[in-house]
């Protein structure tokens, strides 16, 4: 999908429900009274053409992750949306700990007017697997046995490739005077597939909060070889210029001198290219070697390496690609001198106190907080026009609230009412007020937005017994049903004729009296689904 959509996606749910709790001040709740429901829906003229009961493992090609990462004030993680062995689907909400690896380290150097730079790094650290001063790899545990999400393997798969693809664009010498070239149209382009990834996996998909307000805009990024001699500066910092980048980040890295950077990535590549072999001779995966790093489709490998500090947040990768040469991104260069006191233009303080983020903080196991399950069918199924139902137990639980809802076709073009895009809430569960809220939103989630919703409150709906929450799409407009009745009917501001995909999640964040205040005893909570199910008008 094209990058706005990938950007925009974030915000969707959080829209949805903002503008439903808006449309609530001037449009309160009604009672929910189901002995005033009387049209049912008659599923005889009905075919059956899509069915999910749950039986054994999760069917992975047709639900995928909706993405793990940062989500309202919680966070959205792959293993927590799970089968129970019982014919359900389970979608887990929990507290966790941050699960850093096993032992924080410090090393520290010299920058401008004697000022002290302190580096804290943990063993995911990608230049801490390496033997002296920076430890040894045999010592390494395997802190990945959290799965990661198909959407950032596939996100990582896509860096990888994509910067292959640059590299090879450029053919970039292997030895010599190093390659500093103008940058200009043609380094540009084959450069922004690269870049917009590499930005957007911190800024979307990460688990840290701060990497998504961290600076980083193309003109400011840089691109360096550590075992090949090439510098890519792309307009950041005309100061910048004047100064040796690799020094500069091998001092950020750590290390005393740009030499021993240098060599230090030497065998750090050497020791991926012994791994790869393996691999590719049969040998088994070892979590110690993939502990900071992502390992990719074209055999390059991966360590995101985020650092921090009182004033700012430098997004950088460590990529040791199919070549086995070594190469860093990073995501503002003058952030970078600023870091490590440069010179009297980047001279910060007296001590900078740097701490390093890697792989499993980023993207696998998160800081510590409230994670939830998250299910999608964007890239396995959609579906048009139909009637869609979801059978489940809804949890008692106040600070948590869970959906049944779709994205179909553009739901942000705007001006075209919801004939080409629509987002459709089936049914979403706020807990607090006992109430059930159905939606439709479309024209985007900006100043053009629009929705039409219904809300019931006091429901009884969390009762510890299944219950099902449908909706008929057709030519003519959406009906809602709750237990197989027919509870509100629109067409939004026309019908939409595109098809959509379907998503069910759980979500955790303050919405004032709608969702209510979570009490951390409550976890964790599990979400009980029975089935899903699609029908068909029969012709």
Same mark, same amino acid.
């Given at each position: 999908m094209r990058k706005i959509i990938v950007f925009v996606l974030i915000l969707a749910l959080s829209c949805a429900v903002a503008s439903s709790l808006v449309g609530c001040k001037s449009k309160p709740a009604e009672p929910y009274d189901p002995s005033k429901f009387t049209e049912s829906i008659d599923l005889t003229g009905y075919t059956l053409v899509f069915e999910d009961e749950f039986v054994g &493992?999760?069917? @992975? #090609?047709?639900?995928?992750?909706?993405? !793990?990462?940062? @989500?309202?004030?919680?966070?959205?993680? +792959?293993?927590?949306?799970?089968?129970?062995?019982?014919?359900?689907?389970?979608? @887990?909400?929990?507290? @966790?700990?941050?699960?850093? *690896? $096993?032992?924080? +380290?410090?090393?520290?150097?010299?920058?401008?007017?004697? $000022?002290?730079?302190?580096?804290?790094?943990?063993? *995911?650290?990608?230049?801490? =697997?390496?033997?002296?001063?920076?430890?040894?790899?045999? !010592?390494?545990?395997?802190?990945? #046995?959290? &799965?990661?999400?198909?959407? %950032?393997?596939?996100?990582?798969?896509?860096?990888? $490739?994509?910067?292959? /693809?640059?590299?090879?664009?450029?053919? %970039?010498?292997?030895?010599?005077?190093?390659?500093?070239?103008?940058?200009?149209?043609?380094?540009?382009?084959?450069?922004?597939?690269?870049?917009?990834?590499?930005? &957007?996996?911190?800024?979307?998909? #990460?688990? /840290?909060?701060?990497?998504?307000?961290?600076? *980083?805009?193309?003109?400011? $990024?840089? %691109?360096?070889?550590?075992?090949?001699?090439?510098? =890519?500066?792309?307009?950041?910092?005309?100061?910048?210029? #004047?100064?040796?980048?690799?020094?500069?980040?091998?001092?950020?890295?750590g290390f005393s001198s740009e030499a021993a950077f240098i060599d230090c990535a030497e065998e750090l590549a050497a020791k991926y290219a012994a791994y790869r072999a393996e691999l590719e001779n049969g040998g088994e995966e070892d979590g110690a070697m993939e502990n900071g790093c992502f390992r990719t489709e074209n055999g390059s490998f991966v360590f995101p390496v985020a650092i921090k500090n009182d004033s700012s947040v430098l997004l950088t990768y460590v990529i040791v690609d199919e070549e086995d040469t070594v190469s860093l991104w990073v995501s503002d260069v003058d952030a970078a001198l600023r870091m490590v006191n440069a010179d009297a233009t980047h001279y910060t303080s007296a001590e900078v106190n740097n701490e390093v983020y890697c792989k499993n903080v980023l993207f696998v196991t998160g800081p510590e907080g409230v994670y939830s399950g998250a299910l999608r069918t964007l890239d396995t199924y959609k579906h048009g026009f139909g009637y869609y139902e979801i059978r489940c137990k809804l949890p008692d639980v106040e600070g948590i609230w869970h959906a049944f809802w779709m994205m179909c076709g553009n739901v942000y073009s705007v001006g075209n009412g919801s004939a080409d895009g629509v987002e459709i809430d089936v049914f979403e569960y706020l807990p607090a007020r006992d109430s059930v809220n159905v939606a439709l939103h479309w024209d985007g989630y900006d100043e053009a937005h629009q929705n039409a919703h219904k809300r019931y409150e006091g429901t009884n709906l969390a009762d510890g017994e299944y219950h099902t929450f449908g909706m008929n799409w057709d030519e003519d407009g959406y009906a809602f049903y709750i237990d197989g009745k027919k509870v509100w009917t629109t067409t939004g501001d026309g019908v939409c004729h595109e098809e959509g995909y379907m998503k069910i999640s759980t979500e955790y964040g303050e919405w004032g009296d709608w969702v209510g205040t979570l009490d951390l005893a409550d976890l964790p909570v599990d979400w009980i689904i029975d089935y899903v199910r699609i029908y068909d008008k029969k012709a």
């Open positions: &493992e999760l069917d @992975r #090609s047709i639900w995928g992750d909706t993405r !793990q990462g940062t @989500r309202r004030d919680g966070f959205w993680t +792959k293993n927590l949306a799970f089968t129970d062995g019982d014919g359900h689907l389970v979608l @887990r909400t929990e507290q @966790r700990g941050s699960r850093y *690896c $096993s032992e924080t +380290k410090e090393r520290t150097i010299v920058g401008y007017e004697d $000022s002290v730079v302190k580096l804290k790094y943990d063993d *995911c650290y990608p230049f801490g =697997m390496i033997a002296g001063d920076f430890g040894d790899v045999g !010592q390494l545990e395997g802190h990945t #046995s959290d &799965e990661v999400g198909y959407v %950032i393997l596939g996100k990582f798969d896509r860096l990888a $490739s994509s910067f292959a /693809t640059f590299k090879e664009s450029l053919n %970039i010498p292997t030895s010599g005077t190093e390659y500093a070239p103008t940058v200009g149209g043609r380094e540009i382009s084959v450069y922004t597939p690269f870049y917009e990834t590499a930005a &957007e996996l911190y800024n979307y998909y #990460s688990f /840290t909060i701060e990497t998504k307000n961290a600076k *980083c805009r193309i003109e400011n $990024s840089a %691109i360096l070889g550590v075992t090949l001699p090439y510098t =890519m500066l792309f307009g950041a910092g005309g100061q910048s210029l #004047s100064l040796t980048l690799r020094g500069t980040l091998a001092r950020l890295y």
